[in-house]
């Protein structure tokens, strides 16, 4: 994927009657690339470092005061382009984001005390990204190609994190590699790796070493050719080829 970014600084101003005073007067940075319609790199990530849940430990502020309440912000042309609820300067509870052209670019939402949602997406609106935490940790993670094929599925056991299934696809949407959780006591796992055809590439066990929070292959694998024959077995320990 080719990717072309300029960086643009959008600078926020007074807005007339209709529309409410921007909170603050700074620059808000925001990456442009030029392939708009069909790039990952086009991303509002400013408001991160107002977003706790997520890492971010500023402040935003409106004349030396913590900002609340509902606050707006706008393109040059008056387009929306942010709209979030701020409790004590910082984004709590929800908020959402837009591409100039007035799609949808990710909401933010919190349930309870314990559950959050990040969504983002395409300037197509096709979805991009769709991440759930449980009490700040990453359950479940969804990652999608411009064209609205999945890219990658991860689920994770809520409680101590380690994968339940992880899955990656190809642009076509057909499955590339899957790892499954096969026996949680053991952390024992099988993989299996596939050609674009569809066609199995190579195959076998793998074990969760909690103490490297490594996921490493073992015992015996089983590698095939493209047109499914099998080529050879390898011997695997500790995540290291023996034979």
């Given at each position: 994927m080719n990717h072309i970014?300029?960086?643009t600084t959008v600078l926020l101003f007074a807005l007339t009657s209709q529309k409410p005073i921007f909170a603050q007067q700074d620059s808000l940075a925001i990456t442009m690339d030029t392939n708009f319609v069909d790039s990952i790199d086009y991303t509002i990530s400013?408001?991160?470092?107002?977003?706790?849940?997520i890492g971010g430990k500023e402040f935003r502020t409106q004349n030396g005061l913590k900002i609340n309440g509902m606050i707006k912000d706008y393109y040059p042309d008056s387009t929306l382009k942010h709209r979030g609820y701020y409790t004590n300067g910082q984004?709590?509870?929800?908020y959402k984001n837009y591409y100039p052209n007035g799609q949808l670019e990710r909401t933010f939402t919190v349930s309870g005390t314990s559950k959050l949602v990040i969504e983002s997406f395409w300037p197509n609106g096709n979805p991009k990204e769709y991440i759930e935490y449980r009490k700040g940790e990453i359950i479940i993670y969804k990652e999608?190609?411009?064209n609205g094929k999945m890219a990658m599925f991860e689920e994770h056991d809520r409680k101590k994190g380690y994968y339940l299934t992880l899955k990656h696809y190809y642009k076509d949407g057909k499955l590339k590699s899957s790892l499954e959780l096969l026996d949680k006591k053991k952390l024992s796992y099988y993989q299996i790796d596939?050609?674009?055809?569809?066609?199995?590439?190579?195959?076998?066990?793998?074990?969760?070493?909690?103490?490297?929070?490594d996921y490493q292959r073992q015992g015996t694998w089983k590698v095939y050719s493209e047109t499914g024959k099998?080529?050879?077995?390898?011997?695997y320990y500790e995540g290291e080829l023996i034979q």
């Open positions: 970014a300029i960086l400013e408001y991160d470092k107002y977003t706790p849940k984004l709590l509870s929800m999608y190609y411009s596939y050609f674009p055809s569809g066609k199995i590439k190579e195959e076998g066990p793998v074990l969760y070493n909690p103490s490297y929070y099998l080529l050879e077995t390898q011997e």
